[in-house]
């Protein structure tokens, strides 16, 4: 049901927030300043998502869950409790992006053949964002040729 998938969206968009705004306060390395502001950045972009999806639960009729017990058993998200290295930051945070794309594309579908345009819109914004932030990350990843 697209509801219930919104709101796995939103529990996973909450739980990948709080991993980038981890990952951005405690990554370290020689380029910190550049994984530092990376990390700001997928944090206020991807947090910036989380209210229009849970007004379009409302909009759908049904209530928007609110709680980090709720947000726990509907994400997607794996819950990052150490402080990874910076490679293995950047590999789980595109891992990441790549379940959240995977997860619109398949609400794009779901909401188009339920004549809720405005929903398959937003998904396809969405996958636009975590495909894009995935690119980045892919690009940081890449060792430099000699
Ligand atoms: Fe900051």
Not at 1 to 7: E, P, Q
Not at 34 to 54: C, K, M, N, P, W
Not at 66 to 87: F, H, M, N, V
Not at 104 to 111: L, Q
């Amino acid at each position: 049901m697209l509801s219930d998938n919104l709101k796995i969206l939103l529990a996973s968009t909450q739980a990948f927030a709080i991993k980038s705004q981890n990952f951005h306060w405690n990554v370290e390395g020689s380029d910190f300043p550049q994984y530092h502001e990376f990390f700001d950045t997928l944090y206020g972009d991807v947090s910036g998502t989380i209210d229009r999806i849970a007004e379009y639960i409302r909009i759908l009729g049904h209530y928007t869950p609110g709680s980090l017990s709720r947000y726990a058993e509907l994400s997607i998200i794996q819950d990052q409790t150490k402080i990874p290295r910076a490679e293995l930051m950047f590999a789980e945070a595109l891992h990441d992006c790549e379940e959240l794309s995977q997860l619109v594309v398949t609400m794009f579908h779901e909401a188009a053949n339920e004549n809720q345009q405005g929903i398959s819109n937003f998904m396809a914004e969405l996958q636009d964002l975590y495909g894009k932030k995935a690119w980045f990350i892919r690009s940081i990843l890449k060792k430099e040729r000699e």
